[in-house]
């Protein structure tokens, strides 16, 4: 069974930066794409970013493009993260991320959470004004 755990939370003032991080472990002989998901206070939970096994190509949201980087650790393909920068007081939510077989549709559907077939128990992320 596939275990996830985010790291690298916490409070920053606007405008500054935080790094997350994902360690996945238990996979077996496969290939997995990597999504974060974010959950605001009263929302529901969205996409942020995604990235595929060989960390090649990299997908995001528009409310991030420009500012958060996704990477995959080449050494240890279960390493994923999350690079966030010039943070604003809509990323305040629940980092979230998880993992998928990545099928040849995966990413057709990316954006949605039911590709994903494992998930962590999140990481908390507060951008104060």
């Known amino acids: 069974q596939v275990r996830l755990v985010e790291s690298g939370g916490g409070l920053v003032q606007v405008g500054g930066s935080l790094r997350l991080s994902c360690t996945a472990s238990?996979?077996?002989?496969?290939?997995?794409?990597t999504g974060w998901f974010r959950q605001a206070p009263g929302k529901d939970r969205e996409v942020v970013s995604a990235v595929t096994w060989n960390g090649l190509t990299k997908y995001y949201a528009d409310s991030v493009k420009g500012r958060f980087t996704i990477s995959r650790d080449n050494a240890n393909r279960d390493m994923v993260y999350l690079q966030m920068d010039s943070l604003k007081s809509e990323d305040t939510g629940i980092y979230y991320c998880?993992?998928?077989?990545?099928?040849?549709?995966?990413?057709?559907?990316?954006?949605?959470?039911?590709?994903?077939?494992?998930w962590g128990q999140g990481t908390q992320v507060a951008v104060s004004s």
């Open positions: 998880a993992d998928g077989r990545e099928t040849p549709d995966f990413f057709s559907y990316y954006r949605r959470e039911d590709p994903y077939e494992s």
């Open positions: 238990g996979r077996a002989f496969s290939r997995y794409a």
